[in-house]
């Protein structure tokens, strides 16, 4: 009986071991970029000005990095999805900048998309992907 005791104890002890530091390893990794990147995005959808039939999607949006590291060569593409019109948009909004630390530095885009009117009235998705150097994927 204490020999299955102690086989017990041990073995508790092992598996305490390994998920702590399988913890330790995923936690460190994500701390380990330092960079934390942050955006606030305001999408319109509605007629266009000056073409009948059309109807244009705006995003305007704001970057910035609330890391304690330097984001270096930042990449941001919005990518709207129209499901009515079967098309998916990429367009890149920010290319190559690099953002200071601490929120220091902020970077505004503006971009918009224009299609066919749809009856009824279909919604586009709007996607934001950022990417910058040394980023994991």
């Known amino acids: 009986m204490e020999n299955k005791l102690k086989t017990l104890v041990i073995g508790v002890m092992i598996a305490a071991i390994i998920f702590g530091g399988v913890y330790i390893l995923i936690h460190a990794s994500q701390k380990e970029s330092g ?18 039939g059309m ?57 918009e998309y224009l299609r066919e009117l749809t009856i009824p009235k279909t919604e586009v998705d709007v996607e934001i992907q950022v990417d910058w150097e040394g980023k994991k994927k």
């Open 55 to 111: 109807e244009s999607v705006k995003v305007r949006g704001t970057v910035y990095n609330t890391g304690d590291k330097e984001a270096k060569n930042v990449t941001v593409n919005v990518i709207l999805t129209d499901t009515a019109h079967n098309e998916v948009v990429r367009k890149t909004v920010i290319e190559g900048k690099d953002l200071l630390p601490k929120g220091a530095m902020r970077v505004e885009f503006d971009t």
């Open 35 to 52: 960079v934390n990147i942050a955006y606030h995005v305001v999408c319109t959808q509605g007629a266009a000005e000056n073409l009948t």
